[in-house]
Each structure stands twice: as C-alpha cells, then as structure tokens.
C-alpha cells in the first residue's frame, strides 16, 4: 500500500506521549526497534505541514508491541494514547480541532450535546489537518467514529483491534470534557481486514447507565 502523508505534529506527539510513559531508554528502545533511530533526540518539528507519514507511526506503535509483547503493550498503548490527548492540547491543538476550555465550560447545553461537538471537531480535525478520513455517526446508545484511513493499516495483521493508543486518546478527550470514566472500545479495525477502524463511545455517563 502506498503510504500516507501525515503532519510532522503528529508524530512528534506520539514520540513525547511515549517518553512521558516509558521513559528517555523506552522511546529510544522502541525508535530502534521501528527502524527509525534517525529520529532519536531528533523528533521531528512541531509542524501541521505533512514532513510524515502513517507508515512511520504504526511502525513505532508495533514497535511499543513487539518491545513488550502484546499483553504489556496494551495498557501502556492506551496510557500513550491518553498522554496524547494531553500533550495535543498544549502544544498543537489543531490537531484534535479543540480550542481551550470553551467547549467544556460551555453553560446551558447537554454533556451529551458537548459529547457530540467535540466529536466533531475531532472528526472535523482528522479530516482536514491530519489527512485521515473520518466520520461520525450515531445511535440511540452511542456515538461512533469511523475511521477509513488509519496507521494499523501498516502494521502487521492482527487478530482483534490494535487502536489502542486512538482508543486512549478518545478516552482521555471524553473524561476530559466530562470528568467522568467512559468507556470507549474499538469494534471493527481496517487491520483486521474491517471496511473501517470505528470506535464506539457510549452516551450514557456512567451513573446514568
């Protein structure tokens, strides 16, 4: 498959969310292991312009897998993920298309109304900044995001979902937005050989469920 251009951002902020998780010797260990050591205290520039590419991010994130081996990798991917979302909104915000505090703060509409919003600007984000194709969709239960392009599309194949570290980072978005642990789960992954990577996010805080 032909790779895909991404911005230099992005992979700048998985490298930090990884050193802030495994440390200065993990996210070396883990460069080496992607055969990407030119990028060892060299990460590429904060920078929306595509200088990456996807290929280059599932390398690293199989990289985290094969270091720890499928079971370890997991939480920590997840824990990358979460770091994700942090670091993106100090440092590049354009990447997940949020501006501040307004959106949470915002006084007079639903959560599960912000839910929605914030969603879409995520989606809204991947779309045009990230070169990623996406879209949201909804039932009454949950909303769900669909992905037609993603970076699992360059890692080996795998028997269930491997989009730990966009699960995180959807995680940490929600219980950011609404101070509360939702549960978001990965149900069918273009890895596995899905029409579509869609992450499920239920729209029931959890004492309402």
């Known amino acids: 498959m032909p790779d895909r251009g991404m911005p230099s951002g992005a992979l700048r902020l998985l490298f930090l969310s990884i050193e802030e998780v495994m440390g200065k010797d993990g996210i070396k260990a883990v460069l080496n292991g992607a055969k990407l050591s030119h990028y060892i205290n060299n990460y590429p520039e904060n920078s929306l312009e595509y200088g990456v590419t996807f290929g280059e991010y599932g390398k690293v994130e199989q990289a985290v897998e094969d270091f720890l081996g499928p079971r370890g990798a997991r939480a920590i991917l997840i824990r990358v993920g979460r770091e994700l979302f942090r670091y993106s ?53 949950a909303f769900l995001v669909v992905i037609d392009k993603c970076m699992c599309q360059w890692r080996p194949k795998h028997d269930k979902p491997c989009c730990l570290v966009t699960v995180g980072t959807f995680s940490e978005a929600m219980k950011w937005l609404t101070d509360k642990p939702i549960e978001v789960k990965e149900i069918t992954c273009l890895n596995n050989g899905a029409d579509a990577c869609r992450y499920q996010i239920p729209k029931r805080l959890p004492e309402e469920a």
Do not use: C, F, H, Y
């Open 89 to 141: 909104l100090r440092e590049q915000s354009a990447l997940l298309g949020i501006a501040g505090n307004a959106l949470k703060n915002m006084p007079l509409i639903s959560t599960q109304a912000k839910m929605k919003i914030l969603l879409q600007q995520i989606v809204g984000a991947a779309n045009k900044t990230v070169n990623q194709p996406a879209r949201l969709e909804e039932n009454d239960e």
